[in-house]
T-cell receptor, first 113, second 114 residues
Framework: KNQVEQSPQSLIILEGKNCTLQ??????????LRWYKQDTGRGPVSLTI?????NTKSNGRYTATLDADTKQSSLHITASQLSDSASYIC????????????FGGGTRLMVKP | DGGITQSPKYLFRKEGQNVTLSCEQN?????MYWYRQDPGQGLRLIYY???????QKGDIAEGYSVSREKKESFPLTVTSAQKNPTAFYLC?????????????FGPGTRLTVL
């Protein structure tokens, strides 16, 4: 069964600090991996998408990495801001399965002043 | 102003009642999806539609029904047969049904059964 596991479940950091969120998956065969940001009570918004051949991708202060061999991804947030407080969801797509996605449970990040 | 909208934002239902959640998109997307989100769990697929007048069951379709009479609209009915309907419901759409087609999400509807 395809699974996506994220850690930690929740995280509290001070404004200006960096943090790294982890994602491990068992989805196979792999197509792509996305990180979504979901503000409380809102729908998720895509931050990055990574395919098999991509190791790193950045979007402003967000940098995602992918190790397709170990089936791990991370999302690094640099110089955190209060507006980064949200849930971050790792989503993996299976090749030849259309647009059927496997969602992780998310990491809830709180940035405190 | 393009996007995907859901209504209502909050919905309260008495046990035994059916309720319908609205989802509309003006992105000209072919594919639309309904997900359920429970605290601490990943989103779970309820139904999806790749084209007008066609839809398929997802992982947790029991107690739900959908229709896709128009490209822009994909309403979800939560029936009285759904044993535990209290949840956050998210609608999404994508240009196509391929693995690289990004799914864009609506703002969600929070359903509470009283």
């Amino acid at each position: 069964k395809n699974q996506v596991e994220q850690s930690p479940q929740s995280l509290i950091i001070l404004e200006g600090k960096n943090c790294t969120l982890q994602c491990n998956y068992t989805v196979s065969p792999f197509s792509n991996l996305r990180w979504y940001k979901q503000d409380t009570g809102r729908g998720p918004v895509s931050l990055t998408i990574m395919t098999f051949s991509e190791n790193t991708k950045s979007n402003g202060r967000y940098t995602a990495t992918l190790d397709a061999d170990t089936k791990q991804s991370s999302l690094h947030i640099t110089a955190s801001q209060l507006s980064d407080s949200a849930s971050y969801i790792c989503v993996v797509s299976e090749r030849n399965a259309g647009n059927m996605l496997t969602f992780g449970g998310g990491t809830r990040l709180m940035v405190k002043p | 102003d393009g996007g995907i909208t859901q209504s209502p934002k909050y919905l309260f239902r008495k046990e035994g009642q059916n309720v319908t959640l609205s989802c509309e998109q003006n992105l000209n997307h072919d594919a639309m999806y309904w997900y359920r989100q429970d605290p601490g769990q990943g989103l779970r697929l309820i139904y999806y539609s790749q084209i007008v007048n066609d839809f398929q069951k997802g992982d947790i379709a029991e107690g739900y029904s959908v229709s896709r009479e128009k490209k822009e609209s994909f309403p979800l009915t939560v029936t009285s047969a759904q044993k535990n309907p209290t949840a956050f419901y998210l609608c999404a759409s994508s240009m196509g049904a391929g693995g690289r087609d990004e799914q864009f999400f609506g703002p969600g509807t929070r359903l509470t059964v009283l």
